[in-house]
């Protein structure tokens, strides 16, 4: 295995749950379509950008990009046996409530340099209608002090995967689109951070425009 990628049974987990659960349910289930898959780099660390408006997301973004990704998650889930050892091999870490901002970051520059793929929702919060109408700056602030490129992604209709009058997920179609690499920020100045942070909003709007 290269030195450039994630632990081997993080791997084995991630392709262990990728091909028994998750792609079959998303391209039979959900009829996922994928573009631009590409555009990913296999190894190395890297910044993964994207809209969020169902909580499928993270699963749905991972399985399509074809390598592990780690995104946070609430603390409370790492204080349950079993489950702590399997999310946290399958990169989730953890983030205290009210320390998001502070918290998320740390770890996430502790994945990013262990070359891990870091995804991260430019929303901050998901969205009923998968837009980014106030891009946070942690995802530009990770890349500029990783020196790490970001990824822009498009998530098209995970919005209807629940619906209000349903128990259980609804058979929508769903549309992965993968942009292509975007450079990190030369500083952490705020200004430069803003100018990335808008230019990966606007490339993930125009593939989120491209519809199914």
């Not at 050892?85 to 918290?103: E, F, M, T, W």
């Not at 837009?131 to 946070?136: A, W």
Request: contains cysteine; positive net charge; charged residues 20%.
């Amino acid at each position: 295995m290269s030195r450039n990628r994630e632990p081997l049974a993080s791997l084995i987990l991630y392709h262990a749950f990728k091909w028994s659960v998750v792609s079959p349910l998303f391209h039979t289930y959900l009829r996922g379509r994928i573009y631009g898959v590409e555009h990913v780099p296999k190894e190395g660390p890297l910044v993964v950008v994207s809209n969020h408006a169902s909580v499928f997301d993270p699963p749905i973004l991972s399985n399509c990009v074809g390598r592990p990704v780690a995104f946070m998650a609430k603390e409370e889930l790492f204080h349950v046996p079993l489950l702590k050892q399997g999310i946290k091999l399958y990169g989730a870490y953890p983030v205290k409530r009210g320390l998001a901002d502070r918290s998320a970051i740390r770890s996430a520059l502790e994945y990013v340099s262990a070359d891990w793929a870091v995804g991260l929702f430019l929303s901050g919060t998901r969205t009923d209608d998968g837009r980014i109408p106030d891009p946070k700056l942690g995802a530009a602030l990770i890349a500029a002090k990783a020196k790490v490129p970001l990824l822009p992604v498009s998530l098209w209709g995970t919005q209807a995967i629940f619906q209000k009058d349903s128990r259980l997920p609804y058979s929508a179609p769903v549309t992965v689109r993968i942009g292509q690499l975007i450079e990190a920020p030369s500083s952490t100045k705020r200004e430069e951070l803003a100018a990335v942070v808008q230019n990966c909003t606007t490339v993930i709007h125009n593939l989120h425009d491209l519809g199914r």
